[in-house]
């Protein structure tokens, strides 16, 4: 598997950046990891939409979702050009209803939902999804193939479901929205305890992500680096190998 970073940031994007977007390809097939702004730009300097097998959404806020509602205009009007044959897959968490109602474009997105029990094959890899701790239902993402496996977190606090599921994980690509506590008001991760949830699942290899934009990535690192010292942080635009 092959994951390209189109966005790294938390919340809103730095200046010139995006919010979450990761593409996964196995053998010139491709899957899309959340669709925040800023992502469907970047999108298409690796894939055509056409080409694009599923979608698969973490949870409904915006910087996770939120080009969803431009991907839509383009797929139907790809459609109604006649340049699209068939609407686009997109798996999202059911709740809250009224994000997900507001995502319903029955010409553009053929939508379904996961949970914990869900597993999907999508282009050539298997996608299994843990319940994460957030202000909305929010899941974890681990992607298999050929022997390898990634987990993505998501948006979450730190807790033993995060850690149980990265075990031995090769990849764990992981929430580190800020280096240490500070005024963000949601439920999410500081660098350090992104750096302690790797160690204690003994992943491969754990690369940061979700950066508050204000954030500087090198305190992130040097906070995870005191539990981890491997630790990376992703480059907008950079291919990692799983
Ligand atoms: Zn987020």
């Known amino acids: 598997m092959k994951l390209t970073v ?9 200046a010139g950046g995006a919010c979450s977007g990761y593409l996964l390809e196995r053998a010139g097939k491709f899957v899309l990891l959340d669709c925040g702004n800023g992502v469907m730009s970047r999108l298409q300097n690796y894939c055509r939409l056409e080409d694009l097998e599923a979608v698969v959404i973490t949870h409904l806020h915006d910087d996770h979702a939120g ?3 431009i991907l839509k205009y383009a797929i139907e009007t790809k459609r109604a050009f006649g340049t699209m044959d068939h609407p686009l897959r997109v798996f999202m968490p059911r709740e809250p209803d009224e994000l997900y109602r ?3 474009y029955p010409e553009a997105f053929d939508m379904a939902p996961i949970g914990e029990d869900a597993v999907l094959e999508l282009a050539g890899m298997t996608f299994r999804f843990a319940p994460m701790r957030h202000s909305i239902p929010s899941f974890a993402i681990a992607a298999e193939a050929d022997g390898k496996r990634l987990v993505y977190s ?3 606090v ?7 599921f990265a ?3 090769d ?3 992981c929430e580190a929205t800020t280096a240490v506590r500070g005024p963000v008001p949601i439920p999410h991760m500081t660098a350090g305890q992104t750096g302690l949830t790797a160690r204690e699942a003994r992943v491969r290899r754990l690369l940061l992500t979700h950066l508050w934009c204000e954030e500087q990535a090198g305190r ?9 010292p491997e630790a990376e942080v992703v480059e907008e635009l950079q291919t990692y190998e799983i």
């Open 6 to 14: 189109l966005g790294r940031y938390g919340t809103f994007p730095a």
């Open 67 to 69: 080009d969803l509602r």
């Open 102 to 104: 507001g995502l319903v």
């Open 154 to 156: 998501g948006d979450t």
């Open 158 to 164: 730190p807790h033993d479901g995060l850690t149980a």
């Open 167 to 169: 075990r031995d994980a």
């Open 171 to 173: 990849v764990l690509l």
């Open 220 to 228: 992130c690192l040097a906070e995870a680096q005191a539990y981890y």
